[in-house]
């Protein structure tokens, strides 16, 4: 989501979302290839109703969000206007986001703020919960009534940087994540940055703004929690070749609750034998066993990225735009993003989805994203992404022209699920704010998403079920 990835992207194909937008076209088949089915084995997801989209998309009037026939939105919160705490007014560049359960029937919302030093709106600094002030990144967190309106928004985290994603633990709170190596002394930093920080939304004060270091210094984008095991999954969104790592966290404290990781633990990198590169494996269903995880020799990277390490003679495992993570059923799952030549990879991709189960040490490649034959279709460049209770997914694409979230079926079939409708371009260069962070209520009743810039935070209610 980050101003460096928009550049990078500018110059590649932006073909299928645009077409896509200029033909006005809504729903689209077959744009995954392979099926879901084994992603929602043995979740509640899979025992849900609907197999296909919800219908073309009905152009809103007010300009900001189509949706399908009988969805309707309520804007919750926009970047500039003044957060209901009073500690200033809300941050620029909203990205991740979790939905968790609270008191009452509240739902409590997380949101990353992916703030550089240039952003236009820094999260404001807070007393106790600001790690580095000259840090303009961090969370709010709005809390949500019963009937979806909001009581409160306030800063949860401030004081860090370029906060692009994360990921919820099973014991209800998030834990936000640096997209970013700086140390300090660069770009005015007082402390170093790339860090991941575990942020309680219903009192940030008792999590306050302590790095978790044992879990790494790198670009991080998202991580997943095994919830048996405790152990937490993590993906590196590095911008430069070598490429990121998937790593695993193997926490001295697996039982969890708050605080918990900051006891320590050990990180390790993957290392899928024979395979340097992820993205040279082309066909869904391509199965690797006998997955290795080796320790990664300095988490802190005080000298050298965590990616440039030596990892011995085998080398270790690279990829990528490793975004997304998450966890269904007995496996994690983890994003690529793309992968181009070009740039550095060993091949060419639109978009990967990997399993991994660690019960069989099994890295099976579930979906490619995008054929290359139609144009007329659209899968580039997934980003964010979630499971829906449809018992499909919601994706967040990161490309060029229109911005969409498309819904994905267990058969593979894809669909415009909204579409952006906030022009932040000129008649010469369109462009449109991308979306991020879409997540569910925890009843799945209500869908919760982003527009990145100008950011807006929207609720979306419908017939999800039907």
Same mark, same amino acid.
């Given at each position: 989501?980050?101003?460096?990835r928009?550049?990078?992207?500018?110059?590649?194909?932006?073909t299928?979302?645009?077409v896509?937008?200029?033909?006005?076209?809504?729903?689209?088949?077959?744009?995954?290839?392979g099926?879901?089915?084994?992603?929602?084995?043995?979740?509640?997801?899979?025992?849900?109703?609907?197999?296909?989209?919800?219908?073309?998309?009905?152009?809103?009037p007010a300009?900001?969000?189509?949706?399908p026939?009988?969805?309707?939105?309520?804007?919750?919160?926009?970047?500039?206007? *003044?957060?209901?705490? /009073?500690?200033?007014?809300? +941050?620029?560049?909203h990205? %991740?986001? =979790? !939905? @968790?359960?609270g008191? #009452?029937?509240q739902?409590?919302?997380?949101?990353?703020?992916?703030?550089?030093?240039?952003?236009?709106?820094?999260? *404001?600094?807070?007393? /106790?919960?600001?790690?580095? +002030?000259?840090?303009?990144? %961090?969370? =709010? !967190? @709005?809390?949500?009534? #019963?009937?979806g309106?909001?009581?409160?928004?306030?800063?949860?985290?401030?004081?860090?940087?370029?906060?692009?994603?994360?990921?919820?633990?099973?014991?209800?709170?998030?834990?936000?994540?640096?997209?970013?190596?700086?140390?300090?002394?660069?770009?005015?930093?007082?402390?170093?940055?790339?860090?991941?920080?575990?942020?309680?939304?219903a009192?940030?004060?008792?999590?306050?703004a302590?790095?978790?270091?044992?879990?790494?210094r790198?670009?991080?984008?998202?991580?997943?929690?095994?919830?048996?095991?405790?152990?937490?999954?993590?993906?590196?969104?590095?911008?430069?070749k070598?490429?990121?790592?998937?790593?695993?966290?193997?926490?001295?404290?697996?039982?969890?609750?708050?605080?918990s990781?900051?006891?320590?633990?050990?990180?390790?990198?993957?290392?899928?034998?024979?395979?340097p590169?992820?993205?040279?494996?082309?066909?869904t269903?391509?199965?690797?066993?006998?997955?290795?995880?080796?320790?990664?020799?300095?988490?802190?990277?005080?000298q050298?990225?965590?990616r440039?390490?030596?990892?011995?003679?085998?080398?270790?495992?690279?990829?990528?735009?490793?975004?997304?993570?998450?966890?269904?059923?007995?496996?994690?799952?983890?994003?690529s993003?793309?992968?181009?030549?070009?740039?550095?990879?060993?091949?060419?991709?639109?978009g990967?989805?990997?399993?991994?189960?660690?019960?069989?040490?099994?890295?099976?490649?579930?979906?490619?994203?995008?054929?290359s034959?139609?144009?007329?279709?659209?899968?580039?460049?997934?980003?964010?992404?979630?499971?829906?209770?449809?018992?499909?997914?919601?994706?967040?694409?990161?490309?060029?022209?229109?911005?969409?979230?498309?819904?994905?079926?267990?058969?593979?079939?894809?669909?415009?699920?909204?579409?952006g409708?906030?022009?932040?371009?000129?008649?010469?260069?369109?462009?449109?704010?991308?979306?991020?962070?879409?997540?569910?209520?925890?009843?799945?009743?209500?869908?919760?998403?982003?527009?990145y810039?100008?950011?807006?935070?929207?609720?979306?209610?419908?017939?999800w079920?039907?």
């Amino acid at each position: 989501m980050s101003e460096a990835r928009t550049a990078r992207t500018a110059q590649s194909p932006a073909t299928r979302r645009q077409v896509l937008a200029r033909s006005g076209a809504s729903v689209a088949a077959i744009a995954f290839a392979g099926s879901l089915s084994e992603l929602f084995a043995g979740t509640a997801a899979a025992q849900s109703l609907g197999n296909k989209g919800y219908g073309p998309l009905v152009t809103d009037p007010a300009g900001l969000l189509d949706l399908p026939a009988g969805f309707r939105y309520k804007v919750l919160s926009r970047e500039g206007d *003044p957060l209901r705490s /009073g500690e200033g007014k809300v +941050p620029s560049n909203h990205d %991740g986001m =979790t !939905a @968790l359960k609270g008191r #009452h029937g509240q739902v409590h919302l997380v949101r990353n703020h992916e703030n550089r030093v240039t952003a236009k709106i820094a999260v *404001p600094t807070v007393e /106790g919960l600001t790690y580095d +002030p000259m840090g303009k990144g %961090g969370c =709010t !967190a @709005l809390t949500l009534d #019963h009937r979806g309106n909001v009581l409160s928004e306030r800063v949860a985290i401030a004081g860090t940087a370029v906060n692009c994603a994360g990921g919820h633990t099973p014991w209800g709170t998030w834990l936000t994540c640096e997209e970013t190596e700086d140390k300090a002394g660069t770009n005015g930093y007082t402390k170093d940055h790339g860090f991941i920080f575990e942020v309680d939304p219903a009192d940030p004060h008792r999590s306050g703004a302590v790095p978790l270091t044992a879990m790494g210094r790198f670009q991080h984008e998202a991580i997943a929690i095994d919830p048996k095991r405790g152990v937490v999954y993590e993906t590196e969104d590095a911008f430069e070749k070598p490429f990121g790592l998937f790593y695993r966290f193997l926490p001295d404290k697996p039982e969890g609750g708050l605080g918990s990781l900051r006891a320590g633990g050990t990180l390790q990198a993957m290392r899928v034998p024979g395979v340097p590169d992820l993205s040279v494996v082309q066909e869904t269903g391509a199965t690797f066993d006998g997955i290795e995880w080796v320790d990664v020799p300095d988490p802190l990277a005080a000298q050298t990225p965590i990616r440039l390490q030596d990892f011995g003679p085998k080398g270790i495992t690279h990829a990528q735009k490793l975004e997304g993570c998450y966890w269904g059923g007995s496996s994690v799952y983890f994003v690529s993003s793309f992968a181009h030549s070009a740039e550095g990879s060993a091949a060419d991709h639109f978009g990967q989805i990997w399993r991994y189960d660690p019960n069989k040490r099994r890295l099976t490649l579930v979906i490619v994203f995008g054929p290359s034959t139609d144009v007329q279709l659209p899968g580039e460049e997934p980003d964010n992404i979630c499971l829906a209770p449809s018992g499909g997914l919601m994706v967040c694409e990161d490309g060029e022209g229109a911005q969409h979230v498309f819904g994905v079926t267990r058969r593979g079939d894809v669909y415009a699920m909204a579409r952006g409708r906030q022009n932040i371009g000129t008649a010469q260069k369109p462009a449109w704010g991308e979306f991020a962070g879409v997540t569910f209520s925890p009843d799945g009743d209500t869908m919760y998403v982003n527009c990145y810039t100008p950011g807006t935070t929207f609720a979306v209610t419908g017939p999800w079920q039907r």
